[in-house]
């Protein structure tokens, strides 16, 4: 429906709707690689730049886990950061990324 979605707080957000949390020394990272679907295939990109020190398996098989639970088990990569002070300032907060929804979804 228009207008209804979800923005945890507590993470960063980019205009490709990717999203990073920030644990301890590494970030969790819904982003990475490739997408394949039946129309396209689409190179996904880091947020954030490091070593890759985690990839989530389980959407090996279950790939449909990044759209319906993506905050929880549909993570795709854990990354050890190489320099937050850098990166975190290019990433939206969650105010601002619900600003954005809503600019786009106003559109439609």
């Given at each position: 429906m228009k207008g209804e979605y979800s923005v945890p707080d507590g993470l960063y957000y980019t205009k490709e709707h990717e999203w990073v949390r920030v644990e301890e020394n590494k970030c969790r990272v819904q982003s990475l690689g490739t997408v394949e679907s039946v129309?396209?295939?689409?190179?996904?990109?880091?947020?954030?730049?490091?070593e890759v020190?985690?990839?989530?398996?389980?959407?090996?098989?279950?790939?449909?886990?990044v759209n319906k639970t993506p905050y929880s088990e549909g993570w795709i990569t854990v990354i050890k950061p190489e320099d937050l002070k850098k990166?975190?300032?290019?990433?939206?907060r969650p105010e601002d990324y619900r600003s954005l929804l809503k600019e786009i979804t106003e559109k439609k």
């Amino acid at each position: 429906m228009k207008g209804e979605y979800s923005v945890p707080d507590g993470l960063y957000y980019t205009k490709e709707h990717e999203w990073v949390r920030v644990e301890e020394n590494k970030c969790r990272v819904q982003s990475l690689g490739t997408v394949e679907s039946v129309k396209a295939v689409a190179d996904v990109y880091s947020p954030v730049s490091g070593e890759v020190v985690e990839v989530n398996d389980t959407l090996s098989d279950a790939p449909e886990l990044v759209n319906k639970t993506p905050y929880s088990e549909g993570w795709i990569t854990v990354i050890k950061p190489e320099d937050l002070k850098k990166d975190l300032p290019g990433l939206m907060r969650p105010e601002d990324y619900r600003s954005l929804l809503k600019e786009i979804t106003e559109k439609k």
